[in-house]
């Protein structure tokens, strides 16, 4: 007999009316706010402003358009006209809702093919960026022992000026896709690797933690409950960030002669090429510019502003 | 105090090296084309453009190349030039073109610094208002837009209005004002977004409240208290700055033609200078890692609960 029982006895209790209580889902969730969903919370706090709703509209459109417009015309955009009339046309005159360049090639279809290589080039960074971000954030929070070297890895990257990197390994590397994509995640993982090892840590030994592993809580539901979001929200928050910084960093190294190779129809080439004949021509410069700034305008804000939805402080 | 100081200088000396390291031996992946006048190239036999590699000491073990270059940085040598200016002394070429790099850099800092704390100010007492609001917009615009399309826009423009030369000109200082003011801009906005989230967070405090129901003034709360206490996380943040002057230099540096370090660096990359890019992009890089350094030192005079001694760097770049 053991202590407990021993005392039961004594003050005349039936220990039948006292079980061990098993888990049960339905009755855990009782005890938190009934109703509150933090995704819908989220949602809600993020579409409350007609900014948000119609940037993020915007947004869609303008990705999905330049996806499919491959698929709706049948315009090259690279078919060169040996035809001198059909050159530098301005918009509109039959030729192009926005002209044709200096070799006639049409401006509209380069437009959305520039935009769409290059939204896939800010994805794959992004993709990159927050892959190896997430899995050395992650082994940087839990590892002590990596502490100390990742400090210092991360003091070593983000004391030298972007620019100056992306410059040196375009430089050293041939120009292209994928030596973009090298030089802008050689940099940008460092910064989501830390945002997660931050997070981490204080996910990790946080109140609400310990109560749920107290409680029984299933490990599934302390991921998918207490942890995704916060990664989650970042991950959108990253890959929305990502288009405007890539775009950025394209038309700056195309314009010192390391962007993508002329070839390649993008943002970046249509802009450097426009800014050259900007003086005769400001069209050739103008219309791209103006869809390239949708975008990138378009992205900044509704990254910004899911980032502050996301925060659950700002959930009323 | 000076402890902490002399811990993070040794430390910066050391990512200074790491950096000489590595730059130096990605260049060594360079095709060795590049150190070739273009006319020597096709002029020259196979077994003297050997030749004239060894005399280069670019055939010998890149740890060997190192070693002598570090030895030959520490006297002052930089190496020479060789499509760009070829066979003339990178220090003389640095020397001539600092002085340019340097009036414009502080000017530009000294420019983003008063104008971005005032806009900060000012969107931060009008918060929600139309200052607030146009302030917003600005920031958005100078940070979602590629920085290479507004300056070039302004270049053009601007000089047409105000009837201003479109190019850099030493001895007409009218046209020292634009590349100046455009390469504060990226920093106007950081200032004032920093400043204002710092100032607002700085309000919502209690011993704030107090203040106001106390009935100290607006104003005296405003400047003694809420932007004194939110000038201290922006002040460590201030000399890092430099890192967002560099990529303006490049491309402002190159548009109105200023003959400083950023134009050239563009230059020696159209013209694959390799001795010059390797140069540059070295200074480039100190440059910024001194910048963070100085921003650590100036966190520890300014704010007075750092606990000395101890690491203090936490946050990185917001």
Known sequence: MTAIE???????????????????????????????????????????????????????????????????????????????????QRPGKGHGIFGTDPLGRDIWARTWYGTRTSLTLA??????????????????????????????????????????????????????????????????????????????????????????????????????????????????????????????????LGFIGLGLPVKTVSLGNLINLGKNNFLLYPYQLAWPTLVLSAVTISFYIVGNKFADASDPRNHV | MKAYIVKRFFESLLTVFFVVVAVFMLLRFMPTDGYFDRDDYTEMSEAARNAYLRTLGLTDNPLVQLGRFVVNLAQGDWGRSITVYPRT????????????????????ISISIVLGLLMGILMAQYKDGIVDGVGTAYVVLVRAIPSLIYLFLIQIWVTKLLGWPMLFNERNPVSWILPAISLALPNIAWYAIWLRRFMVDEENKDYIKFAVSKGVPRRTIMFKHVLRNAAVPLVQYLPSQILLTVGGSLIIESIYSIPGLGGLLVYAIRQQDNPLVQALVLIFSVLGIFGVFMGDVLMVLVDPRIKLGKAAKSGGHA
């Open chain 1, 6 to 88: 021993n005392a039961m006895a004594k003050i005349d209790i039936d220990p039948a009316l006292f079980e061990r209580a098993p888990f049960d889902a339905a009755n855990a969730e009782r005890t938190g706010y009934e109703r509150y969903s933090y995704w819908r919370s989220t949602m809600r706090t993020f579409l409350k402003s007609p900014v948000s709703r119609f940037l993020l509209v915007l947004m869609l459109v303008l990705t999905l358009f330049s996806f499919i417009y491959p698929l709706l015309s049948s315009l090259d955009p690279n078919v060169v006209s040996l035809d001198l009339a059909t050159w530098n």
């Open chain 1, 123 to 252: 994805f794959v960074i992004a993709f990159f960026d927050v892959g190896i971000g997430m899995i050395a954030g992650a082994l940087w929070g839990y590892v002590k022992k990596l502490d100390r070297i990742m400090t210092e890895i991360y003091n070593v990257l983000t004391n030298i000026p972007q620019t100056v990197f992306l410059v040196l390994l375009a430089y050293i590397l041939r120009p292209g896709f994928w030596t973009i994509v090298l030089a802008m995640c050689a940099t940008g993982w460092i910064g989501v690797a830390r945002f997660v090892r931050n997070k981490v840590i204080t996910l990790r030994d946080s109140e609400f933690n310990v109560a749920s592993r107290c409680l029984g809580t299933p490990l599934k539901r302390i991921i998918s409950m207490n942890i995704l979001p916060h990664i989650v929200s970042l991950v959108i928050m990253q890959i929305a960030l990502t288009v405007p910084y890539s775009i950025g960093a394209e038309v700056f």
């Open chain 2, 89 to 108: 002394s990178i220090s003389e070429i640095l020397l001539e073109k600092i002085p340019y790099s340097l009036s414009f850099g502080l000017s530009a």
